[in-house]
Each structure stands twice: as structure tokens, then as C-alpha cells.
């Protein structure tokens, strides 16, 4: 089974940059969607932005503006850069694979923006 390994995240101030990445563990063929989900101390893990092919994303209305998913086929990674970081995007950032009716989730990687 594939799995998923995210790096990148850290402690930021208000208002700074950060750039998530998630690599797969072997080569992915035919049609996925990968994509990163956060979930803030007590709330439930949300979508942030997915790609369901190298030229489609879906963005929460939260972060569209703020962030850029991108994905390299190729790789088989898939990124996420973070922009104009606010204290309410403080969480745990999941790298997500879906394949048909199989998902994948990665162990997660803290991101904490400081008022």
C-alpha cells in the first residue's frame, strides 16, 4: 500500500509564507485525486484544496486567494504553498490520496501561525 510523507510545516508569524509537501511512496497510475486537509485543535479535519487531475483544484473558501495547490504527476507529489498565514489556519495540514474508493491519509505536519 502506498503511503504518504509530508514535510514543511512549522511555526510562522502572522502574515508569513509556508510551503507543505507530501511525496508518495511508489508510482501512482490512472486516476487520482491528491489534495491536503487540516483539522484545528477540536474542530473536524476540513478539506483544504485537492487536485483531481494536473489541471483541476478546488479550493475552500477559506484559504482561495492565500494558497496554491500543485502536483507533479510525474513525482508523485503533491504541494501546497501557504500564503498571508492567519492564526486561524493553526493545524494539522494531512496529505491526502484518493484512488477509486481507497483513501490514503499521511501522519500529518503542524502548522502554527502566531498572532
Known amino acids: 500500500q502506498v503511503q504518504l510523507v509530508e514535510s514543511g510545516g512549522g511555526l510562522v508569524q502572522y502574515g508569513g509564507s509556508l510551503r507543505l509537501s507530501c511525496a508518495a511512496s511508489?508510482?501512482?497510475?490512472?486516476?487520482?485525486?491528491m489534495g491536503w486537509y487540516r483539522q484545528a485543535p477540536g474542530k473536524q479535519r476540513e478539506l483544504v484544496a485537492d487536485m483531481p487531475s494536473d489541471r483541476i483544484t478546488n479550493y475552500a473558501d477559506s484559504v482561495k486567494g492565500r494558497f496554491t495547490i500543485s502536483r507533479d504527476s510525474a513525482k508523485n507529489t503533491v504541494s501546497l504553498e501557504m500564503n498571508s498565514l492567519k492564526p486561524e489556519d493553526t493545524a494539522v495540514y494531512y496529505c491526502?490520496?484518493?484512488?477509486?474508493?481507497?483513501?490514503?491519509w499521511g501522519k500529518g505536519t503542524l502548522v502554527t501561525v502566531s498572532s
Open positions: 491526502n490520496l484518493d484512488i477509486g474508493n481507497t483513501r490514503t
Open positions: 511508489r508510482r501512482i497510475v490512472g486516476i487520482y485525486t
